[in-house]
């Protein structure tokens, strides 16, 4: 699978918003440990600051971070957040991103303030998928929804322009520039 899919990585229409929404990195799974409390695995560590570079790298700084309260979602907004360097905003752990299901993500997105112009959401499978796919417009990068839609390994990363209001991101209304793997 490619790495980078995309013909623009950055919204370029005038007062659009960028949503990215990563799937968290690599994690353990240690024995005894519920699912919420698993940690990052050491390939997790070494990859989860590979998103936060390729973001710089994109120019793209979110102006707000969400994410799951799951040890290893907020392992990885860490890194990304240690990457982003001085310009990273203080993550809001919301615990309704753990186990959510797209409808679910998608209502905890559309609570967004519109001053927001760069929202970073942080989550798991299946639900970051499938908000991928129901937000992905008709206009959107073909090859990246079709490679996202194919497979969305951990350390995912997908970039959408939102040309309306956070409160109306539903379905078919959000157009996908980007999708990539930033892992070596």
Known sequence: ?????????RPDRTGEKTLVILRHAKSDYPRGVPDHDRPLAGRGNREAPLAGRWLVEHGIYPDMILCSDAVRARQTCTWVCSELGEKAPTAYLDSRLYEADAARALAVINETDEQVRTLLVIGHLPWVQEVGMRIASVDSDED?????????????????AVPGEWATLDGRDARMTHFAVPCP
Not at 1 to 9: E, H, I, K, L, R
């Open 1 to 9: 699978m490619p790495a980078d899919v995309a013909t623009s990585p």
């Open 144 to 160: 990246a929804v079709v490679t996202m839609a194919e497979r969305l390994p951990t350390l995912g990363l997908q970039v959408f």
